[in-house]
């Protein structure tokens, strides 16, 4: 039975070895007898199990980050009833409720670039009772005051760098809260092959992975955006998915394909978020009091380190 401990190992070091391109083809070389040997060995476990009668072990769960996630104590259940009446006194909880419907301000930074202003417009298709204004120059704070003599419930950002859309800013009026994402990879419906197009209906949400105390106020910030009572007849769903603190924008439209299949055709746009900050009542930069703040240099220390 060929075993790791049966591997040819060279006396020598293979890094003392001044040819780079012997040196990767000896590694290579290295790492697939390392390889066969491990699966040989498997097999013939499997084989001698199989001999005596016995049965085959069961497979083991492969590591990834997300299982070899460091523990957090802020990671909560739900369920809990401390939870539940923190969500149910929350700044968005009538949005949640149905109590209150949500009226959304969309805009920009001053002097968009066309790429910015496309993905403005098809926001103002993916969140319901939105509008699009423009800034001319106008100062965020001056905005807020007033989006809330308008009976506005949300505004959102959508900054650029180079004329790429880069960042994203939502703050919930009267009393926040405001967070700050960076955006990237984003994709507008035109770029993506076999969309055609979105209905009006009011889309189903969709949050995944929002765990911890923070995870939960963001998502919920996010969700708070569309209406609480979907139209289900428009099979629209729009789903924000959390995987290592990066949030993945998806929206597709069921398709019944027969009575039992179901497909899913996505719409568009696509982008990620990444949480910058958490604050407190609405926008402000200067003397805003922060929940959270992401800290690169300090907290990303550990791949398996996550906060939402």
């Not at 990767?24 to 001698?48: G, P, S, V």
């Not at 959390?242 to 055709?265: C, M, P, T, W």
């Not at 910058?276 to 703040?293: A, C, I, M, N, P």
Request: glycine share 4%.
């Amino acid at each position: 039975m060929a075993s790791t401990s049966q591997i040819e190992v060279p006396t020598w070091n293979i890094s003392e070895i001044k040819n780079k391109n012997r040196r990767t083809e000896l590694y290579r070389e290295m790492k697939k007898k390392k390889r066969m040997a491990k699966i040989e060995e498997k097999k013939a476990r499997m084989k001698e199990a199989k001999a005596k009668g016995e049965k085959a072990p069961p497979k083991g769960i492969p590591k990834t980050m997300e299982n070899m996630r460091v523990y957090d104590e802020t990671v909560v259940n739900p369920n809990d009833e401390e939870v539940m009446a923190d969500e149910a006194t929350d700044e968005t909880a009538p949005y949640h409720t149905g109590q209150s419907e949500p009226k959304i301000m969309i805009t920009t930074c001053d002097r968009p670039g066309s790429r910015t202003n496309k993905l403005c417009k098809e926001f103002k298709k993916i969140i319901p009772n939105s509008t699009v204004f423009y800034r001319r120059g106008l100062d965020l704070k001056k905005i807020i005051p007033q989006a809330m003599s308008r009976s506005f419930t949300d505004i959102v950002v959508i900054n650029e760098n180079m004329k790429v859309p880069n960042a994203l800013v939502v703050t919930h009026l009267p009393d926040g809260p405001t967070a700050h994402f960076r955006m990237s990879n984003v994709k507008l419906t035109t770029e993506i092959k076999g969309t055609d197009g979105m209905s009006d209906h009011r889309p189903e949400v969709i949050l995944n992975n929002f765990s911890t105390r923070l995870g939960h106020s963001v998502g919920r910030l996010l969700a708070s955006l569309f209406n609480a009572d979907p139209n289900y007849v428009g099979r629209r769903v729009v789903t924000f998915h959390n995987q290592r603190d990066f949030i993945f924008f998806r929206q597709h439209r069921y398709e019944f394909k027969s009575g039992k299949k179901v497909a899913l055709k996505e719409l568009g746009p696509r982008f990620t978020l990444k949480l910058r900050s958490l604050q407190k009542g609405t926008f402000d930069s200067k003397h805003g009091q922060y929940e959270w703040v992401h800290k690169r240099h300090e907290m990303d220390t550990s791949r398996r380190k996550f906060y939402l």
